[in-house]
């Protein structure tokens, strides 16, 4: 069940990331409830899975998979580019990620 709390709040993190950007400073409040609200339930739903997880480990990689889902729908919804450094990043981040998990993680 912590996997998929973790999955749940990766997925609000990424929300967060996406509304913090259409608030524009906090000026436009629909946009901006919507960044503290993902932001309450991306926090809360990452704590019930740090209750299994270790804090760093989990924490490493709910703000890492987010990282990189912010990135790749960055460039999917808002034209943003990927060149090969991102891209590379984006590989290194997925290759920790990979790394955590196979170290017994959970």
Known sequence: MHWLYL???I????AVAIAAGKARGFTRPAWTA????????ATYLLSL????FDVGVGYAIW??????GIA???????????DWRKL????????????LQLSGVA
């Open 11 to 14: 997925v609000f993190e990424i």
């Open 49 to 52: 899975a740090l209750l299994t």
């Open 72 to 82: 790749v729908l960055g460039a999917l919804l808002f034209g943003q580019r990927l």
């Open 34 to 41: 919507a960044t503290l609200v993902s932001g309450g339930i």
């Open 7 to 9: 999955g749940i709040a």
């Open 88 to 99: 590379l990043g984006i590989a290194a981040v997925i290759v920790g990620v990979v790394g």
């Open 63 to 68: 703000t890492s998979v987010a990282g990189v």
